[in-house]
């Protein structure tokens, strides 16, 4: 259970966080939602623990700054691409925590021949990641995670650059760790797939959460309307499936 | 999750052959130096000379071997395995396939360093040469630092400092230069590099700082993959990054400092050795550095023995000889990982 | 111009071996005359040649062209190469101290049991007259060195009796066509003080403490030199292409015609041919007032 209690983060003079209060249960999927610049990310990094912040954030008991005895799997939105590095080395680096850096034990290859096929990537193995497409990118950074056999995996906009169907299959992936176990945290733009996947939502605007709860609760929710500056029209499908989208005409 | 098809059809991130094979590479390649040069040697009578045996050489041959070709060849090793392995750390900091051991103002800093002594007092200052270098190198690369101000780990703003450091150095290299006409013909030839004299003495005190700075660096190898990625992915593999690039900035530097101190600004190793050695196994880990260190050690003595040989009587700097070879080398290898055509 | 310059330096040597063989040294047990001598200078090669040592040497440097009988070679005077000097076997090394390492190269050949001559490049005449000993007493011609010593001094003397001028005129003495220049604290530059020629590169002395500023066109005009002296006229410069220059064909020593070409390399030599130089200068100011 990661606890998020009176949370604040400021870089310089601007706020980016101010008085986050929630609680995230282990084994499901949470998702960050909100417009540009609402601090999603900053929000991710911290629960990484790669970020100071005043307030405190606690997973079982423990605070997060700095503490590496967790053992948390990160996905990038925008990550870096080492030029001539191939997949397998790519997707390998995932086991460089358990294994130690430099070593590389029978068991851990074996996974990660496991995991290039489960994400369809071990035909690919000896390319290049520079030369990946968009959504075998995205496959490679879950592969990676995967390897790494974590407890909590965040993920930053997931989702973003690729194509409806790559969206699927990537979000499809994700949700074969909740079968594990694994409690996943993720920021989308894209409401409509976080409402598809994630059991709870939180709603951040301008650095505040706005509104945090189960998926259906909050889809519905007037504080979704007022995070988007009633911006968006929430549509039910047949099949109860919630669809969000923009409003066309913003003459307000 | 059982596996379907071939299972572990992975090769292994590192084979540990190869490096086996580069340190027999760096031994057979030194023997042949020494072996060679304008005088002829017996090939025999230097391997008893070498292990002690009796009917070794004698007089002014013994002299030859061991007071001018062996701490020749052992410096040319040393300052080989110093750049290549700079070079590579400096690549992985700066995720960048193009950086080399230079970069963050060393070799400006040299030069400056190098072109003061020269200019102070002539040749009472000459001896006083590679300190000075070495302090400019090193100065160098810490104002670089101390000027990317609070990103100061930073990549990219380490980057634009060293090149705004040496630019300046440069400046104020030349303007002494111009100043002091005497001291250009010295300058140019330090520039291009040269392992004309080593003695003992040089040779001892370089391998002090290179192999101290070789060992910080190969014990960090390992983490070093990390800094290829971003700060957050590295953190999550459990790697301190800034921490990390600030000891492999500053031991790299070290390297290179020693390096040019001792034999000037040799260009190509830093840049070529990595590749190639990249290029061939196929993997840009940093396990490889040791590896890189052996070839660029191997690399450097062969460089040398071309130096002495291959225009003899006249001595061809070894810049020349590094830039020949290595850049159509260099050619290769972007072209077959497509860099180029990335 | 040239012809008379062979010709005496031929006669010189011709003179000192006469001399040298009447005035015989006995060879020291401790100090043997050198037999096998490498000289890595070309002001060294000319003096040895002239001073009697011609004999001794067996390999000289690739630029050391004159005498043209000298056993020049590949080896270079200022990236010396230990190992392919030793392949010579030589029993003396004259070595340039402008070369580059030049001390740890001397270091190492004397490991080698070498013995090496440092050569400092004189920067005034008497020193010119020391080294010209020195070189004497290393290869055992001190009788031959006395002789091109005394020969050089007789030769200086006359020319500057006949050239010196009674008041000092103005020259410019061009290295190259972007205006380096050479002031009074260099070699060449003594040597036209002798004659009392005024120097207009000495004010600008303080911009490269080596003696080599460079001058602006500008300054140069408005100084005005009765004479220039060209050390690269073996470039192409000539009087028709200074004149070309802008501003340059009111200087005097254009209108005058005082353009004189210097020859190569004597000028930068400093061996015995420095007394034909010095003749050189007095009959070409001659005619100049």
Same mark, same amino acid.
């Given at each position: 259970?990661?606890?998020?209690?009176?949370?604040?983060?400021?870089?310089?003079?601007?706020?980016?966080?101010?008085?986050?209060?929630?609680?995230?249960?282990?084994?499901?999927?949470?998702?960050?939602?909100?417009?540009?610049?609402?601090?999603?990310?900053?929000?991710?990094?911290?629960?990484?623990?790669?970020?100071?912040?005043?307030?405190?954030?606690?997973?079982?008991?423990?605070?997060?700054?700095?503490?590496?005895?967790?053992?948390?799997?990160?996905?990038?939105?925008?990550?870096?691409?080492?030029?001539?590095?191939?997949?397998?080395?790519?997707?390998?680096?995932?086991?460089?925590?358990?294994?130690?850096?430099?070593?590389?034990?029978?068991?851990?290859?074996?996974?990660?021949?496991?995991?290039?096929?489960?994400?369809?990537?071990?035909?690919?193995?000896?390319?290049?990641?520079?030369?990946?497409?968009?959504?075998?990118?995205?496959?490679?950074?879950?592969?990676?995670?995967?390897?790494?056999?974590?407890?909590?995996?965040?993920?930053?906009?997931?989702?973003?650059?690729?194509?409806?169907?790559?969206?699927?299959?990537?979000?499809?992936?994700?949700?074969?760790?909740?079968?594990?176990?694994?409690?996943?945290?993720?920021?989308?733009?894209?409401?409509?797939?976080?409402?598809?996947?994630?059991?709870?939502?939180?709603?951040?605007?301008?650095?505040?959460?706005?509104?945090?709860?189960?998926?259906?609760?909050?889809?519905?929710?007037?504080?979704?309307?007022?995070?988007?500056?009633?911006?968006?029209?929430?549509?039910?499908?047949?099949?109860?499936?919630?669809?969000?989208?923009?409003?066309?005409?913003?003459?307000? | 999750?059982?596996?379907?098809?071939?299972?572990?059809?992975?090769?292994?991130?590192?084979?540990?052959?190869?490096?086996?094979?580069?340190?027999?590479?760096?031994?057979?390649?030194?023997?042949?130096?020494?072996?060679?040069?304008?005088?002829?040697?017996?090939?025999?009578?230097?391997?008893?000379?070498?292990?002690?045996?009796?009917?070794?050489?004698?007089?002014?041959?013994?002299?030859?071997?061991?007071?001018?070709?062996?701490?020749?060849?052992?410096?040319?090793?040393?300052?080989?395995?110093?750049?290549?392995?700079?070079?590579?750390?400096?690549?992985?900091?700066?995720?960048?396939?193009?950086?080399?051991?230079?970069?963050?103002?060393?070799?400006?800093?040299?030069?400056?360093?190098?072109?003061?002594?020269?200019?102070?007092?002539?040749?009472?200052?000459?001896?006083?040469?590679?300190?000075?270098?070495?302090?400019?190198?090193?100065?160098?690369?810490?104002?670089?630092?101390?000027?990317?101000?609070?990103?100061?780990?930073?990549?990219?703003?380490?980057?634009?400092?060293?090149?705004?450091?040496?630019?300046?150095?440069?400046?104020?290299?030349?303007?002494?230069?111009?100043?002091?006409?005497?001291?250009?013909?010295?300058?140019?030839?330090?520039?291009?590099?040269?392992?004309?004299?080593?003695?003992?003495?040089?040779?001892?005190?370089?391998?002090?700082?290179?192999?101290?700075?070789?060992?910080?660096?190969?014990?960090?190898?390992?983490?070093?993959?990390?800094?290829?990625?971003?700060?957050?992915?590295?953190?999550?593999?459990?790697?301190?990054?800034?921490?990390?690039?600030?000891?492999?900035?500053?031991?790299?530097?070290?390297?290179?400092?020693?390096?040019?101190?001792?034999?000037?600004?040799?260009?190509?190793?830093?840049?070529?050795?990595?590749?190639?050695?990249?290029?061939?196994?196929?993997?840009?880990?940093?396990?490889?550095?040791?590896?890189?260190?052996?070839?660029?050690?191997?690399?450097?003595?062969?460089?040398?023995?071309?130096?002495?040989?291959?225009?003899?009587?006249?001595?061809?700097?070894?810049?020349?000889?590094?830039?020949?070879?290595?850049?159509?080398?260099?050619?290769?290898?972007?072209?077959?990982?497509?860099?180029?055509?990335? | 111009?040239?012809?008379?310059?062979?010709?005496?330096?031929?006669?010189?040597?011709?003179?000192?071996?006469?001399?040298?063989?009447?005035?015989?040294?006995?060879?020291?047990?401790?100090?043997?005359?050198?037999?096998?001598?490498?000289?890595?200078?070309?002001?060294?090669?000319?003096?040895?040649?002239?001073?009697?040592?011609?004999?001794?040497?067996?390999?000289?440097?690739?630029?050391?062209?004159?005498?043209?009988?000298?056993?020049?070679?590949?080896?270079?005077?200022?990236?010396?190469?230990?190992?392919?000097? *030793?392949?010579?076997?030589?029993?003396? !090394? &004259?070595?340039? =101290? %402008? $070369?580059?390492?030049?001390?740890? /190269? @001397? +270091?190492?050949?004397?490991?080698?049991?070498?013995?090496?001559?440092?050569?400092?490049?004189?920067?005034?005449?008497?020193?010119?007259?020391?080294?010209?000993?020195?070189?004497?007493?290393?290869?055992?011609?001190?009788?031959?060195?006395?002789?091109?010593?005394?020969?050089?001094?007789?030769?200086?003397?006359?020319?500057?009796?006949?050239?010196?001028?009674?008041?000092?005129?103005?020259?410019?003495?061009?290295?190259?066509?972007?205006?380096?220049?050479?002031?009074?604290?260099?070699?060449?530059?003594?040597?036209?003080?002798?004659?009392?020629?005024?120097?207009?590169?000495?004010?600008?002395?303080?911009?490269?403490?080596?003696?080599?500023?460079?001058?602006?066109?500008?300054? *140069?005009?408005?100084?005005?030199?009765? !004479? &220039?002296?060209? =050390? %690269? $006229?073996?470039?192409?410069?000539? /009087? @028709? +292409?200074?004149?070309?220059?802008?501003?340059?064909?009111?200087?005097?020593?254009?209108?005058?015609?005082?353009?004189?070409?210097?020859?190569?390399?004597?000028?930068?030599?400093?061996?015995?041919?420095?007394?034909?130089?010095?003749?050189?200068?007095?009959?070409?100011?001659?005619?100049?007032?």
């Amino acid at each position: 259970m990661i606890k998020v209690t009176d949370l604040s983060i400021r870089f310089g003079s601007r706020e980016i966080l101010k008085d986050i209060n929630v609680e995230i249960s282990d084994g499901k999927w949470t998702c960050l939602v909100g417009p540009n610049g609402a601090g999603k990310t900053t929000f991710l990094r911290a629960l990484l623990g790669s970020q100071s912040y005043s307030g405190s954030i606690t997973d079982d008991g423990l605070e997060v700054f700095r503490n590496h005895h967790r053992n948390v799997a990160f996905v990038p939105q925008f990550p870096q691409i080492p030029i001539g590095m191939s997949v397998s080395e790519y997707v390998a680096l995932g086991r460089s925590k358990r294994d130690g850096w430099g070593n590389e034990s029978k068991h851990s290859r074996n996974l990660v021949a496991e995991i290039l096929q489960i994400t369809g990537l071990f035909g690919m193995q000896s390319q290049y990641v520079s030369q990946l497409s968009g959504g075998e990118m995205q496959r490679a950074l879950i592969a990676r995670a995967l390897v790494q056999e974590p407890t909590l995996i965040l993920l930053d906009e997931p989702t973003s650059a690729l194509d409806l169907h790559h969206q699927i299959a990537v979000l499809n992936n994700i949700e074969l760790l909740k079968e594990r176990g694994v409690t996943i945290i993720s920021t989308m733009h894209d409401i409509t797939l976080a409402a598809m996947y994630a059991e709870k939502i939180i709603v951040m605007y301008e650095g505040k959460v706005l509104l945090d709860g189960p998926s259906d609760q909050v889809i519905h929710s007037p504080q979704l309307q007022e995070a988007f500056e009633n911006r968006i029209n929430v549509f039910t499908l047949d099949s109860g499936r919630p669809v969000i989208v923009a409003k066309k005409d913003l003459k307000n | 999750m059982k596996l379907k098809g071939n299972e572990s059809a992975l090769s292994p991130i590192w084979n540990w052959k190869i490096t086996a094979l580069s340190f027999a590479l760096l031994f057979f390649v030194a023997i042949l130096a020494i072996s060679f040069g304008p005088v002829p040697l017996s090939f025999q009578k230097i391997l008893r000379t070498l292990f002690g045996l009796s009917g070794g050489l004698t007089g002014q041959e013994r002299t030859l071997l061991i007071d001018l070709r062996l701490p020749r060849a052992l410096l040319a090793a040393l300052v080989g395995a110093a750049l290549a392995t700079s070079g590579a750390v400096y690549q992985t900091v700066f995720r960048n396939p193009l950086a080399d051991p230079y970069l963050l103002g060393a070799a400006a800093g040299a030069g400056l360093g190098a072109t003061i002594a020269i200019t102070s007092a002539g040749a009472d200052l000459y001896n006083l040469l590679p300190i000075f270098s070495f302090i400019g190198a090193i100065l160098a690369v810490l104002v670089s630092f101390f000027i990317s101000g609070k990103f100061f780990a930073e990549p990219n703003s380490l980057l634009l400092s060293g090149i705004a450091v040496g630019s300046f150095a440069t400046a104020v290299q030349t303007y002494l230069q111009q100043r002091n006409s005497s001291s250009l013909r010295p300058v140019y030839s330090w520039i291009l590099g040269e392992l004309t004299v080593a003695n003992w003495q040089i040779v001892t005190w370089s391998a002090i700082y290179i192999l101290i700075a070789l060992t910080i660096l190969v014990t960090v190898s390992k983490q070093l993959d990390g800094l290829m990625l971003t700060d957050d992915e590295a953190y999550s593999l459990g790697i301190n990054p800034n921490r990390l690039r600030v000891i492999a900035v500053i031991a790299a530097t070290l390297a290179t400092a020693t390096a040019v101190s001792a034999s000037g600004l040799i260009g190509f190793v830093g840049i070529v050795v990595p590749h190639l050695v990249r290029g061939i196994t196929h993997r840009v880990t940093n396990r490889g550095l040791l590896t890189i260190a052996l070839v660029g050690a191997s690399f450097l003595v062969l460089a040398d023995l071309g130096a002495r040989t291959l225009l003899s009587p006249a001595e061809l700097p070894i810049g020349v000889i590094t830039a020949f070879v290595g850049a159509p080398f260099f050619l290769v290898v972007l072209r077959k990982k497509r860099l180029v055509t990335q | 111009m040239f012809k008379n310059q062979t010709g005496s330096a031929f006669r010189i040597a011709l003179l000192s071996l006469a001399l040298s063989l009447l005035s015989f040294a006995p060879a020291d047990a401790a100090n043997p005359t050198p037999k096998r001598i490498i000289s890595l200078s070309p002001s060294a090669t000319e003096t040895l040649f002239a001073i009697g040592a011609g004999a001794q040497v067996i390999a000289v440097d690739d630029l050391s062209n004159f005498p043209t009988n000298a056993p020049i070679t590949q080896l270079s005077a200022f990236n010396p190469n230990v190992e392919a000097l *030793l392949n010579y076997k030589p029993d003396l !090394i &004259i070595l340039n =101290a %402008d $070369a580059t390492k030049a001390l740890d /190269i @001397k +270091t190492a050949l004397e490991k080698l049991r070498i013995k090496v001559f440092l050569e400092r490049a004189p920067d005034n005449l008497s020193r010119v007259y020391q080294e010209i000993s020195a070189l004497g007493r290393a290869t055992g011609n001190v009788a031959g060195a006395q002789n091109v010593i005394t020969d050089m001094k007789t030769k200086i003397k006359a020319a500057l009796k006949s050239g010196r001028k009674a008041r000092k005129i103005s020259f410019f003495h061009e290295l190259d066509n972007t205006l380096y220049s050479a002031t009074s604290d260099t070699f060449i530059g003594k040597v036209y003080k002798d004659f009392n020629l005024a120097n207009i590169a000495d004010p600008a002395a303080s911009a490269d403490s080596a003696g080599y500023p460079q001058l602006q066109s500008e300054y *140069l005009i408005k100084a005005n030199p009765r !004479i &220039i002296f060209l =050390a %690269d $006229a073996q470039y192409g410069e000539s /009087i @028709k +292409t200074l004149a070309k220059r802008p501003g340059w064909n009111k200087v005097s020593a254009i209108t005058k015609k005082n353009v004189i070409a210097l020859p190569e390399d004597i000028p930068s030599r400093w061996g015995p041919r420095l007394a034909d130089f010095y003749q050189f200068i007095a009959t070409s100011i001659a005619k100049i007032a």
